[in-house]
């Protein structure tokens, strides 16, 4: 007896299975690109919220510091305003410019800007200059040479400001300056705040020479990104 021999294909035997498995793959990749889609969505709108959200922050900032500086134009006495964002040091009398100070760059702790209405209470120290016995002290008046360049200003409330030339002009200011910020704060109760700020030598003295005990110092922003 011979045996029927099959002459059809291995596809023809079980045609149902195999077009289930494209189907299968089909939707495989779909949910996957849906997926990336989901996913791609997710992290557009996070990053949008949090756009918004500096946004928001932003203007906040800038209103309360527009408003603490209406308060200060309306007195008689001068006053400092940081804008770490625009760069500058400003010296300010009834809302008007007196001296504009450029700000080279600027740290705080954990990056945080401390933002709102400070005083001064001491003046940085005065390198006075030495008088010969028998001399007048009146004989060599102090001038902006005779301030410092780098000294640290201590505000109320609790907030120390450290004054500080570059590394590249001045290494050993430099070097002096960060000692005795990291001793400030190493020697302080707790996580105070503190700013840093760098200034040319020149900028660093006048700012020392325009201060005065009991000075308001206004920081924060004062323009919109």
Known sequence: MTCARSTGSPTSEHPSS??????RKFFIAL??????C?????VGTSAQNLQTTGERQAVQEANTVLQEEIKLAARPQTYLLIDVHQGVVLVKARGV????????????????L???????????????PKTRPGEDATEHPIDVSDMPAEYHLALEPSL?????PPARNHPWLWIRGRMREWWSRAVSNGPSPWLGLTLLPESARSLAWSVTEGMPVLIGRTTLP
């Open 38 to 42: 989901g996913t791609c969505l997710v």
């Open 97 to 112: 410019e007196i001296h504009r100070l450029p700000l080279l760059s600027w740290r705080a702790r954990e990056d945080r």
């Open 114 to 128: 401390p933002v709102g209405l400070f005083r001064l209470t001491a003046r940085p120290p005065v390198d006075r």
């Open 160 to 164: 120390l400001v450290a004054v500080v």
């Open 31 to 36: 949910g996957l690109a849906a997926a990336f």
């Open 18 to 23: 195999f077009s289930d498995l494209r189907h």
